[in-house]
């Protein structure tokens, strides 16, 4: 069993940033690959971004290709998920997940594990 708990959600203004954490439990945190995912009301959870198990692989979505940096520090047991240059359309509660395998994957359902969600809202 894996818990996930997100923190650094909050209010910003267009164009602020924000810095999400997700701190996971378990000794072997170091062989997960993590992902981050969003969902607004009345929206599908969608992909965000992911990274392998030593952060050498990252993919984003489109949507925030240029904007968002996935990073992790697996000796803290904890990823990130810097945002920036922040629009009204990224207001969503955002989720870090685990995959417990070697992929790489960017559909919800290939993931493990997921956290509560921290809830990012970007005012215009």
């Known amino acids: 069993q894996v818990q996930l708990v997100e923190s650094g959600g909050g209010q910003v203004q267009a164009g602020g940033s924000l810095r999400l954490s997700c701190a996971a439990s378990g000794r072997t945190f170091s062989s997960y690959t993590m992902g981050w995912f969003r969902q607004a009301p009345g929206k599908e959870r969608e992909f965000v971004a992911t990274?392998?198990?030593?952060?050498?692989?990252?993919y984003y979505a489109d949507s925030v290709k240029g904007r968002f940096t996935i990073s992790r520090v697996n000796a803290k047991n904890t990823v990130y998920l810097q945002m920036n240059s922040l629009k009204p359309e990224d207001t969503a509660v955002y989720y870090c997940?685990?995959?417990?395998?070697?992929?790489?994957?960017?559909?919800?359902?290939?993931?493990?594990?997921w956290g509560q969600g921290t809830q990012v809202t970007v005012s215009s």
């Open positions: 997940a685990v995959e417990q395998g070697l992929r790489v994957p960017r559909l919800p359902n290939e993931y493990d594990y």
């Open positions: 990274i392998n198990w030593s952060g050498a692989v990252t």
